[in-house]
């Protein structure tokens, strides 16, 4: 019991100072749609024009958090948006989740779940400043790596 109330209180706190709550609390503009459980809006700073976040309404860090409505909700509406951004926008479009809790929060890294949509051309901006070189780092999967990763992920 006390540590039900120590978590709400810590989801109290994290709720005040975080940005994505603010944006709903403040009925802010970049706030793009509202649904039951989950909340479309612009993402500023962005990478490229129509970069969205699909934002659950509950705080959670982690997808796990959310319940099986919550996840249908909000996959159901990253998808929406990403035929939006290709009907409308770009040719393509990347969706990407970060749970990265070793990286503090600070203005370009938000603890509250979010979706990044982003909308993709050949050769974008993105691709030239950094996702060329990641050509440098891919390594063929070696079978001790493929069986001891197997191992891990079973336990
Ligand atoms: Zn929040």
């Not at 802010?28 to 909340?39: E, G, Q």
């Not at 969205?52 to 796990?64: G, N, Q, R, W």
């Amino acid at each position: 019991m006390r540590h039900k109330i120590k978590d709400h209180l810590y989801n109290l706190a994290m709720r005040t100072n975080c940005p994505y709550c603010n944006l709903l609390r403040r009925r802010d503009k970049r706030v793009l749609l509202r649904k039951k459980r989950v909340f479309a809006a612009f993402s500023d700073p962005r990478l490229m024009p129509g970069h969205l976040l699909i934002i659950p309404k509950k705080y959670v860090e982690k997808l796990s958090e959310l319940n099986s409505e919550e996840r249908k909700e909000i996959f159901d509406t990253a998808i929406y948006f990403q035929e939006k951004i290709l009907k409308n926008i770009a040719p393509g479009c990347d969706m990407r989740q970060h749970y990265r809790p070793f990286i503090p929060q600070r203005k370009f890294k938000v603890n509250h779940l979010h979706i990044h949509l982003q909308p993709r051309k050949n050769k974008d901006k993105l691709w030239e400043k950094t996702q060329r070189y990641e050509d440098n780092i891919f390594r063929k999967l070696s079978e001790k790596e493929r069986e001891s990763m197997r191992k891990r992920l079973a336990k």
